[in-house]
């Protein structure tokens, strides 16, 4: 039996270590050029992750091992068969999870969480993506071969084993051992407690830290937490204590409605009917633009028009999905670790931009270049203040390009056509575009040009919008648009810390006839968009929101979520908590490594308040339907 259980250990430690020396191949940039770190730490994380693995492997073998026990005494093959298969399956399982881990980690800089578990919604079109994405096939294939060995390995394995003829108590005692030695492996130490996710923190360097830990490992405790935290409750602080700080940062005297937020904001002239038009642009981060720091001409169009209108250099994402991005411009309230904003039973329904705007009678609408089941987003949409969506069915059936539907250039002209059409009824418009062009599986032209796929979808991305923008140019009703163009997340590059704060920072900026052309360097959210633009707008209203008018005010911070932790950010620091603790505070201008969470205590005392007073309140008015006031 000892050797039988030896072997099994062996292999899952050898496959599981294939698949976290393949994601250290990816990001060894993040471990190579850090001077703090040397070979040494390099090995000493691959032995700590094999603890990890050793545990893993254990949770997964201990029942076999009781059933082969079983099988040892009673020579009854149906025992040593389930124990086979229960091997293979839970084995199996815990491989491809980690291998699409190497993916999603490549993509988010985290490891998998049930965060994911939300996309499984639509799974035609998860799948079509990991299908038609090439990349993903360098995950499927070795995974699938791996498998497949791995049954064929544990087959004979298994049919080479027959019980010892030893005597019974000589058995036991043996036996006993080998239990022992698998929880203690479980455990993963004597003497102290069980592994926990933050005994991986050994290194100075994150990524180190996050290579010990095994995905399954990850995902479990991430299960656990969810199921622990059905309601979703939060208590940082006590709630009167998190209202009352809230609304001194927004300067609410006195609530004007239910909502503890609520404030009237008024504006004197008389309210300018102006169309809005606000292109959500994928992935576009603020790294890819000229203006800070890209020297790869990804944007030329966007370069310019950003120094013709009213942008913000200091604009962060809500969070790092696109729900995320929908959600923080057009409804302004902040998204709260992994719950996802678009979902619920019931759905939430707001006070924001397209309700206040309706409420002027302005005719709404939004064009997604998918499907519109994709993040629940056609029915929320249709259940906060729009007239209609248009979605793939709305398009002609040879336009879709991949599973993410239409490409830019044709929706823009598409865009086009229906605003035509729009603002001949008189009335203004709310126009909402989410493009998908920087978003892989791409769809590339051939006319664009450059060394890289992702240089070319960014190009395409750019292209498209400059092209929009020359058509509606020569439009009737241009003269009378704002433009609104932000992305709805950025993307990860060159991370320094826990999470790569270039998924956050975002381009935005705010374009129309007679814009004074200004660089404002405020901190601002997406969520601050609404009531920027209703200053414009010359419109009166009640915000009920966490949005502030970036043209009137401003706000010390800005958070921002990246699914298991928010980040609060500042012109100097950054401060990053989870639920349970704090992780950091660094100071990120400088790009300081240092965690300075444990000296600068004032400082990170004062940022954690405001981040968990602003998070726990408006988990509050959420909870009890005040966001949306009678």
Excluded: C
């Excluded at 497949?148 to 019980?163: D, E």
């Excluded at 479990?220 to 204590?241: A, G």
């Excluded at 790869?296 to 942008?311: C, K, V």
């Excluded at 381009?507 to 601002?524: E, H, L, R, S």
Aim: proline fraction near 5%.
């Amino acid at each position: 039996m000892f050797k039988l259980i030896l072997k099994i250990y062996g292999i899952a430690i050898l496959i599981f270590g294939f698949f976290r020396s393949w994601l250290f191949w990816w990001h060894r940039h993040e471990v190579l050029n850090d001077p703090l770190t040397s070979a040494k730490d390099i090995v000493a994380a691959f032995v700590w992750g094999a603890r990890y693995d050793i545990l893993v492997t254990g949770f997964i073998v201990i029942l076999p091992f009781l059933l082969l026990l079983v099988y040892d005494f009673t020579h009854k093959p149906v025992f040593k068969a389930i124990a086979f298969w229960w091997i293979f399956t839970g084995l199996s399982l815990a491989f491809m999870l980690t291998a699409a881990n190497v993916v999603y980690y490549h993509k988010f800089y985290q490891h998998i969480t049930t965060k994911a578990l939300e996309w499984f919604h639509e799974p035609a079109i998860v799948f079509g993506m990991i299908f038609q994405e090439p990349r993903y096939w360098f995950m499927i294939i070795p995974a699938g071969l791996i498998v497949f060995g791995f049954y064929r390995l544990l087959k004979k394995i298994f049919a080479s084993y027959h019980p010892a003829p030893v005597p019974v108590k000589k058995k036991l005692l043996w036996n006993f051992f080998i239990l022992f030695l698998i929880f203690t492996g479980i455990r993963g130490r004597l003497g102290h407690a069980p592994f926990h996710l933050e005994d991986a923190n050994r290194f100075k360097n994150n990524f180190l830290n996050e290579l010990i830990l095994n995905p399954v490992f990850v995902f479990e405790k991430s299960l656990e937490l969810h199921f622990k935290n059905k309601s979703f409750d939060l208590h940082f602080m006590p709630l009167n204590r998190a209202i009352a700080f809230v609304q001194k940062s927004f300067g609410v005297e006195k609530p004007v409605n239910k909502n503890p937020v609520s404030r009237i904001v008024r504006h004197d002239s008389v309210p300018d009917r102006k169309n809005v038009v606000i292109i959500l642009m994928e992935s576009m981060a603020a790294w890819k633009m000229a203006y800070f720091g890209n020297r790869e001409n990804r944007t030329p169009f966007l370069d310019s028009l950003f120094l013709h209108s009213m942008a913000f250099t200091n604009m962060y994402s809500n969070g790092i999905h696109t729900s995320a991005g929908i959600y923080g411009v057009h409804f302004s309230y902040p998204e709260i670790f992994e719950k996802h904003p678009l979902r619920g039973t019931p759905v939430k329904t707001y006070k924001a931009l397209p309700q206040t705007l309706k409420a002027h009678h302005y005719h709404t609408v939004f064009f997604i270049p998918h499907n519109k089941a994709f993040d629940n987003l056609g029915f929320f949409l249709s259940q906060n203040a729009f007239d209609r969506i248009f979605y793939e069915k709305d398009y002609p059936k040879d336009s879709i390009r991949n599973i993410w539907g239409v490409d830019d250039h044709f929706l823009f002209n598409f865009v086009l056509d229906k605003l035509d059409s729009i603002s001949t009824t008189g009335k203004p418009f709310l126009a909402s575009i989410l493009t998908i062009a920087d978003h892989s599986p791409f769809y590339l032209p051939d006319f664009i040009k450059g060394p890289t796929e992702r240089i070319r979808a960014t190009r395409f991305a750019d292209w498209a919008i400059a092209d929009f923008m020359h058509k509606a140019s020569r439009k009737p009703w241009f003269k009378n648009t704002i433009f609104v163009l932000a992305a709805d997340h950025g993307e990860g590059h060159k991370r320094k810390y826990p999470v790569p704060l270039t998924y956050n920072h975002i381009p935005a900026m705010i374009y129309y006839q007679g814009v004074k052309p200004q660089i404002i360097d405020k901190m601002a959210g997406q969520i601050d968009l609404f009531p920027t633009l209703m200053h414009i707008l010359n419109i009166s209203y009640v915000n009920n929101t966490f949005g502030i008018d970036l043209m009137d005010s401003e706000r010390p911070y800005i958070y921002f979520n990246h699914d298991n932790i928010e980040g609060l950010i500042d012109q100097t620091h950054l401060l990053l908590i989870d639920r349970q603790k704090t992780i950091g505070l660094y100071h990120y201008r400088e790009g300081d490594l240092t965690n300075y969470k444990d000296t600068e205590t004032a400082k990170g005392h004062k940022m954690e308040t405001y981040l968990k007073a602003h998070l726990q309140t408006a988990k509050y008015i959420l909870d009890n339907d005040l966001q949306n006031p009678d």
